[in-house]
């Protein structure tokens, strides 16, 4: 993360927290388990900004994919690999997104037009 951090999201169980940057890279890290050197976190995936293309994010509610907002929505499993085809939102940029309680809807907004 050549940039600083954008947003940051715990997984259900607390024991993940994925960051997104402003160079568009996606990290997920453990934070239980203690790393080599002290105060270091176990990074457990990256992925660079023109893969994640992440800003904004938010992991599924079981845990096992996490969702990145910014110039299209993306769908990766906790190993930063997609899962879904690329959902693009020509012009408009990502604000917020959200996974259903279920896993089966996503809802997104965008710019100041109001588009959700």
Same mark, same amino acid.
Not at 41 to 52: I, K, Q, V, Y
């Given at each position: 993360?050549? !940039? $600083?951090?954008? *947003?940051?999201? #715990? %997984?259900? &169980?607390?024991? =993940? ?9 996606? =990290?997920? #890290? %453990?934070?239980?388990? $203690?790393?080599?050197?002290? @105060?270091?976190?176990?990074? !457990?995936?990256?992925?660079? @900004?023109?893969?994640?293309?992440? &800003?904004?994010?938010? #992991?599924?509610?079981?845990?096992? /994919?996490? !969702? ?14 997609? +899962?879904?085809? *690329? #959902? ?9 997104? +959200?996974? @259903?309680? /279920? ?10 037009? $109001?588009?959700?």
């Amino acid at each position: 993360m050549e !940039l $600083g951090p954008v *947003d940051l999201k #715990f %997984n259900p &169980w607390a024991n =993940r927290v994925a960051a997104s940057s402003v160079d568009g890279s996606l =990290r997920v #890290f %453990n934070i239980v388990d $203690g790393g080599d050197e002290e @105060g270091s976190t176990p990074l !457990l995936a990256t992925s660079p @900004g023109e893969e994640a293309t992440a &800003w904004k994010l938010d #992991f599924s509610p079981d845990g096992s /994919e996490i !969702l990145t907002g910014s110039l299209s929505l993306r769908t990766l499993d906790v190993n930063l690999k997609p +899962t879904k085809p *690329d #959902f693009n939102a020509p012009s408009k940029f990502i604000h917020s997104m +959200t996974y @259903g309680p /279920e896993k089966h809807n996503i809802a997104a907004c965008g710019n100041i037009d $109001g588009v959700v």
